[in-house]
């Protein structure tokens, strides 16, 4: 069992990344204009510094959502109990992946 202190540590990081990530995605609200004159150069290279931005805004989404469901969990009581087989997720584990909702043992079971 995962101690208070720990929990406390684990919920200041957290919220930590969750400030980080919402700056990472708020930075990706205005889409690129080269504000150059109209041409296929240009709409090229504006369409792919777009799609660029997608692709990283929703990688920081994701990260963003799981930090959440973290934060949800310490509050709900449920914070380091693996969502698939119920039991205690590692310190190692959260230790390295804090956001974690899965076992070590979980994890390689649906990588595999």
């Known amino acids: 069992m995962i101690s208070e202190?720990?929990?406390k540590e684990y919920k200041g990081i957290l919220?930590?990344?969750k400030e980080k990530l919402m700056a990472q995605v708020k930075k990706y609200d205005t889409r690129p204009d080269f504000e150059?004159?109209?041409g296929y150069e240009d709409e090229a290279n504006e369409s792919v510094e777009s799609f660029d931005q997608s692709a990283e805004e929703t990688?920081?989404?994701e990260k963003l959502s799981h930090v959440e469901d973290a934060l949800n969990r310490i509050k709900k009581g449920t914070f380091g109990i693996c969502k698939n087989c119920q039991g205690e997720i590692s310190e190692e584990m959260l230790d390295i992946i804090p956001e974690t909702d899965l076992c070590q043992n979980c994890?390689?079971?649906?990588n595999n």
């Open 15 to 17: 919220e930590a990344d």
């Open 5 to 7: 202190e720990k929990i």
């Open 107 to 110: 994890k390689k079971e649906i």
């Open 36 to 38: 150059n004159e109209p």
């Open 59 to 61: 990688i920081y989404r």
